[in-house]
C-alpha cells in the first residue's frame, strides 16, 4: 500500500499570504489528522477530520483552517501567514479516529515563512 | 490533560553500546503509548505501541519498550545501536482525539 502523501513538500511565502497544504491519506484509512512541529513548540495537534468532519481541533488561532474530502483526502489552509508559522506540517492517517489508533505520517510540508 | 516528558533531549552513544530512551508520561486514564522514529527530513515513523496486556513491547529495528505503571515510564531501549538508528526518537501518549508528543531526543551515534 502506498503511505501517506503530502504535497508541496517545500514551500516559501510571505507574511500575510495564505496557503493551502494537501494529504492523502493512505488507502482505505478514512480519519486524517494534522500536526505543525517547530524547533521551540515540538509537535503539536492541530485537527483531527472523519467522514467529512472536524472531531476535535488544536489550540491554534482560526487562522488555520482545513476539511476532508469524500475520498478521505484533506486540506488545511493558513490565511495571514506570520512568521511563526513557519514549521514542517505533518499529516497521519489512520483508519479510524481517536488517539488510541496507531497514525501513520506522512514526510511532511516544509513551510517557510519571509 | 496527558502529557509526556522524554529525559534528555541529546543522548550520545557509542556504536553496539546500549540505547535506552527514557519517556515518562501523565495519564488520567490507562494509556495507549507509542514511540515514533523521525530520520532527517522524513515525518514520523511508528517503532512500537502499547495498548494492554504485555507490558514489554518489541518493536522494528530491535528496539522494545517496557511499560511500568507505578513509574508510570515507557522507556525505549535497544542492546546494540548501530549507525543507522542516529534519528530525533518521539514518545507519545494517547488523548481522545490525538497524539500528545513529547519533545523528543537526538540520538547520536558514535563510531
Known amino acids: 500500500k502506498a503511505g501517506v502523501t503530502q504535497t508541496p513538500r517545500y514551500l516559501i511565502k510571505t507574511r500575510g499570504q495564505q496557503v493551502t497544504l494537501s494529504c492523502s491519506p493512505i488507502s482505505g484509512h478514512r480519519s486524517v489528522s494534522w500536526y505543525q512541529q517547530t524547533p521551540g513548540q515540538g509537535l503539536q495537534f492541530l485537527f483531527e477530520y472523519f467522514s467529512e468532519t472536524q472531531r476535535n481541533k488544536g489550540n491554534f488561532p482560526g487562522r488555520f483552517s482545513g476539511r476532508q474530502f469524500s475520498n478521505s483526502r484533506s486540506e488545511m489552509n493558513v490565511s495571514t501567514l506570520e512568521l511563526g508559522d513557519s514549521a514542517l506540517y505533518l499529516c497521519?492517517?489512520?483508519?479510524?479516529?481517536?488517539?488510541?489508533?496507531?497514525?501513520?505520517f506522512g514526510p511532511g510540508t516544509r513551510l517557510l515563512v519571509l | 490533560a496527558q502529557s509526556v516528558t522524554q529525559l534528555g533531549s541529546h543522548v550520545s552513544v557509542s556504536e553496539g553500546a546500549l540505547v535506552l530512551l527514557r519517556c515518562n508520561y501523565s495519564s488520567s486514564v490507562p494509556p495507549y503509548l507509542f514511540w515514533y522514529v523521525q530520520y532527517p527530513n522524513q515525518g514520523l515513523q511508528l517503532l512500537l505501541k502499547y495498548t494492554t496486556g504485555a507490558t514489554l513491547v518489541k518493536g522494528i529495528n530491535g528496539f522494545e519498550a517496557e511499560f511500568k505503571k507505578s513509574e508510570t515510564s515507557f522507556h525505549l531501549t535497544k542492546p546494540s545501536a548501530h549507525m543507522s538508528d542516529a534519528a530525533e526518537y518521539f514518545c507519545?501518549?494517547?488523548?481522545?482525539?490525538?497524539?500528545?508528543f513529547g519533545q523528543g531526543t537526538r540520538l547520536t551515534i558514535n563510531p
Open positions: 507519545a501518549v494517547s488523548e481522545a482525539q490525538k497524539l500528545v
Open positions: 497521519a492517517s489512520s483508519p479510524n479516529p481517536g488517539g488510541r489508533e496507531t497514525q501513520y
